[in-house]
């Protein structure tokens, strides 16, 4: 059997490539790593053409439409996985007819059948209730500063407003309905003044308008900073953090840096605050170097000066990695439906913990062998050779797995810690409502833009999950800086 030879992965008789003139020779090898340089940059842009939200760190809104047709073939069954079911519908609830401010009887005085007439009474009536808002007036208080002249010296004394009126001219409760306008209902300056006109016969200026915001965020930086000294006496908080862009109207910004939207998250208090930058110096600042809980969250380096006994690493992040790799082809695919498969079993021994339906005792047994497998598989794809400067895909998920060993501890800090959720999805839902404002206001223009947006975030989070009222708190905030009071707290009340 004569020798071969091996040139770009095909195998060719050692004697005939020796009997190939040494410039064809040449030109076949260039032309063979050019082949291979193309390939490797078709598997590139065809992964980044395919990236979507399960596969890539890509918001779901990037995914644009599904199919446009959702019919099966014929004898084929549709498929229902990764749809939702439908909300089941729900009556608009009655209220008492006690607290109704007027009740209206009526009484059908002939048959609709025969037309005979009709005589009785039903004590069970259908109830039907129509709800209407009255025509909205504002109130208008004038307060009348009398100015009276001593007759000993002549000095002009005027009287002084009364304890929290503002000399704005504008009280408590529209200022936080104006906030509420403007930051989480994330209307502009010019739409809040229409709305304040349309619906109230109230005109302001945008200048007003600006005012009234820096007022309330004043108003609410001694309960906002109160949140953030809860937080950090808390077991466990999630965090994360999304671009939102800092303008330069103030000076604030010299440098033009990118903004960044911080979050910390716990079950009832969350705190939001608009950095320069994305550092690890940044995240120690927020969450504090001596913070002793644990701490949730991707595995973005700025998070790598946590100790891994304090920290949990996101299943998620990591699930649409393993998606990607699968979509690979090759070792790829191998390496990443081996970890994919135990990722499914591990969420599926999960939720039946949080269902009650497996002990933990139990759940932290049977993950000790799948851990096992787990990191087996990892190690083997990180000894994988692979040059320094290979952009492959198998380069790409020989990296990911060698990243995911230095960080294999904190894949498992849920499992024997209670009150560890194994996913950082709490600090992506308290994200999405600054994502959303930050596309459609652009960002801040200045520090106190950004100080609004991060107050009226934390109090707006904190107080959906307390289920407190949103105006209320705004208001009393509001009338708390105006009296010199003390402002009302986001501090859950049982432990106040």
Known sequence: MSEEIEISGIQLPKADWK??????????????????????????????????????????????FGPSSGKAKKGQKRSTQGRSKPAPRQARKLRPSESCDAIKDRVPSVCADCGAALSGYDHRPHRHQE?????????????????????????????????????????????????????????SYRQVCALMEDLFAVRLSRGTVGRLRDEMSQALSAPVSAAKAYIHAQPVLHTDETGFPQGNRDGSNAKHSKGWLWVLVTPLVSFFDVVLSRSQTTSKALIGDSYPGIVTSDRYSAYGWIALAHRQVCWAHLKRDLTAMVERIGASHEIGEALLRRQ???????????????????????????????????????????????????????????????????????????????????????????????????????????????????????????????????????????TGEDPPTLIPQQQS
């Not at 009126?165 to 994330?186: D, K």
């Not at 930050?438 to 107050?455: C, I, N």
Request: aromatic letters at 6%; charged letters at 20%.
């Open 19 to 64: 009997a190939t003139p040494p410039s064809i020779q040449a030109l076949v090898l260039v032309l063979s790593e050019r082949l291979r340089q193309q390939d490797e940059r078709i598997q590139q842009l065809e992964e980044r053409l395919n990236q979507t939200s399960k596969n890539s760190s890509k918001p779901p809104s990037s995914d644009g």
């Open 131 to 187: 709800i209407e808002l009255p025509p909205i007036k504002p109130m208008v208080i004038e307060y009348r500063l009398h100015q009276l002249s001593c007759e000993a010296c002549g000095h002009l004394t005027r009287a002084s407003l009364p304890s929290g009126v503002s000399p704005c001219g504008y009280g408590e409760r529209l200022s936080a309905i104006v906030t509420l306008l403007s930051g989480p209902y994330r209307h």
């Open 344 to 482: 499914r079993r591990l969420f599926r021994w999960w939720h039946q913990v949080r269902d009650g339906t497996l002990s933990r005792e139990q759940f932290i047994r049977q993950v000790a062998h799948l851990r096992q497998g787990f990191t087996a598989t990892l190690d083997e794809a990180a000894k994988l050779p692979i040059a320094a400067d290979e952009k492959s895909p198998l380069a790409k998920t020989v990296r990911t797995c060698r990243r995911l060993l230095k960080v294999e501890p904190a894949l498992w800090t849920f499992v024997s810690t209670i009150g560890v959720d194994p996913t950082n999805n709490a600090a992506e839902r308290a994200l999405r409502p600054a994502v959303i404002w930050r596309k459609t206001s652009f960002g801040a223009q200045s520090q106190r833009g950004s100080q609004f947006v991060a107050r009226l975030m934390t109090v707006t989070t904190s107080l959906k999950a307390q289920g407190r009222h949103i105006l209320d708190f705004l208001t009393h905030a509001c009338l708390a800086a105006r």
